[in-house]
């Protein structure tokens, strides 16, 4: 097994790009054993002017799945080559379109032999492997088509983040924290009043000796997200600060801590949680009701920011 092998599927792009160019490079010689002048990167354009008679670049990029630059620089390589030739559009004379000129139309006879004995090889390369691999390499283009790459590596780095995140609850220890976290993004977002003031610094008494909870999401061995709820009834309580700190947003940090906020105030018994944000909040405004929070009050302040007043129902 050589070194881009052993790298397993991390180097999937790198392998099949190898292949690629392994396929091409014996198309190529084949072409020139065949004494004909024939690119193999010119089989896509080539086959599909053979089909539409005439198309433009911007056509022929969308249908070949390449981009504008990647089909002009090819076609005018086809062009010098004199096998295509540009043509004025019949339905809007200002466009050119693609065309097979006569010699290209000779050279596809010409290619007509030549791709049967390509076709047979491939098959033949596909029944020494034990596989289909028609079939595999169409499954794995309907696979990235739905399920794109960038969006399933991000997936993955979110659930990586979740497992390293952890959630627990609220000691004295951990109360430099808990009023770093509130006190930074409270005083820069809307300023701290003196009755949040008094919460922050007496945690104890304003929230868990009424019946409440705190918790801390610690990342990487440092704490950097709180969440706190008030009971409000005996089945009804008050989601009143979660936050994250600037440096650790954007992980889904505060996504999980709300997740486990909310399942903490069920098994506290709670059949309701509120909650107040503003619209300087989207991001979080966002969150919640993607947690299935909805708006049961919208007011204008002072400052003319909008205070949105939230619920959400258990059930």
Request: proline share 2%.
């Amino acid at each position: 097994m050589d070194y881009i092998s052993s790298l397993g599927i991390l180097a999937l792009g790198h392998r099949l790009k190898i292949i690629s160019d392994n396929i091409l490079e014996d198309t190529s010689q084949f072409y020139k054993d065949s004494k004909i002048k024939f690119r193999s990167n010119w089989f896509p354009l080539f086959t599909l002017l053979l089909k539409e008679e005439s198309i433009s670049v911007g056509k022929a990029a969308i249908l070949l799945n390449q981009s504008h630059v990647f089909i002009s620089q090819t076609s005018k390589q086809m062009i010098q080559s004199g096998l295509l030739k540009k043509v004025k559009s019949k339905k809007d004379s200002r466009i050119s379109n693609l065309k097979l000129s006569e010699e290209g139309l000779e050279v596809a006879r010409q290619l007509t032999p030549v791709w049967q004995d390509i076709h047979s090889g491939l098959l033949d390369i596909s029944g020494f492997s034990g596989i289909d691999l028609e079939q595999v390499i169409s499954q794995l283009e309907i696979t990235l088509k739905d399920n794109d790459l960038l969006s399933q590596i991000q997936i993955s780095k979110e659930r990586r983040i979740s497992e390293e995140i952890e959630v627990f609850e609220y000691n004295r220890s951990y109360h430099s924290d808990f009023y770093k976290i509130s006190h930074l993004w409270m005083s820069k977002l809307f300023g701290v009043s003196p009755q949040e003031q008094k919460l922050l610094e007496n945690p104890k008494k304003y929230v868990l000796d009424l019946g409440g909870k705190i918790l801390l999401a610690r990342y990487k061995n440092e704490i950097v997200a709180s969440s706190s709820i008030v009971r409000l009834s005996y089945n009804r309580y008050q989601l009143t600060k979660i936050g994250v700190l600037e440096d650790f947003r954007g992980l889904k940090i505060g996504k999980k801590l709300l997740a486990k906020t909310i399942e903490k105030c069920k098994h506290l018994g709670a059949k309701s949680i509120y909650l107040q944000t503003s619209q300087k909040c989207p991001v979080a405004t966002s969150m919640f009701r993607n947690f299935g929070f909805t708006t049961i009050k919208q007011t204008l302040s002072d400052d003319q920011d909008y205070e949105i007043s939230l619920e959400l129902d258990i059930k």
